[in-house]
């Protein structure tokens, strides 16, 4: 702690006694041992404090990584690692949906609303008179 030696505790005691005097040493010193108890006592708790304030955020940390390995779900990252890999597989469906919903949409098919037209129905009955055509590699092969 601090280096002092047996001669110079010597002076310090003989000064000691010369400037307090042999009456008044022992008060002296046991002032001086209160004041040297007090400052030690405050120097621990103050010590104890902080011992205790590490300890509990080293507890924190702790808590924080045993929640994260808690956490480490192999097979939630597998799932997950799989899903952000068909991500752009089903962009490109969506926008095929989309595409085909459009056409569909925009032909008036699947829509209800299309009704036949008057040309149309009168071609139809013509084409029920008609005697059906035969395909063209039928009328090609019989002779």
């Known amino acids: 702690m601090l280096d002092i030696g047996w001669t110079e505790l010597l002076i310090i005691a003989i000064v000691a006694i010369i400037v307090v005097g042999p009456k008044d040493l022992p008060r002296m010193l046991r002032s001086l041992g209160r004041t040297a108890g007090q400052l030690r ?14 300890r509990e955020s080293e507890l924190e940390e702790l808590r924080t990584t045993m929640d994260d390995v808690g956490n480490l779900n192999p097979v939630n990252q ?13 962009e490109t469906a969506d926008e095929f949906k989309s595409e085909i919903e459009d056409v569909k949409d925009g032909a008036g098919v699947g829509s ?15 084409d029920r008179d008609a005697p059906p055509a035969e395909p063209k590699a039928e009328a090609e092969a019989k002779p």
């Open 78 to 90: 597998i799932k997950s690692t799989i899903s952000e890999s068909f991500d752009p597989l089903r």
């Open 41 to 54: 006592r405050t120097a621990n708790e103050f010590r104890e404090q902080f011992d205790d304030a590490l």
């Open 112 to 126: 209800g609303e299309a009704s036949p037209k008057p040309e149309a129905t009168e071609s139809k009955a013509s």
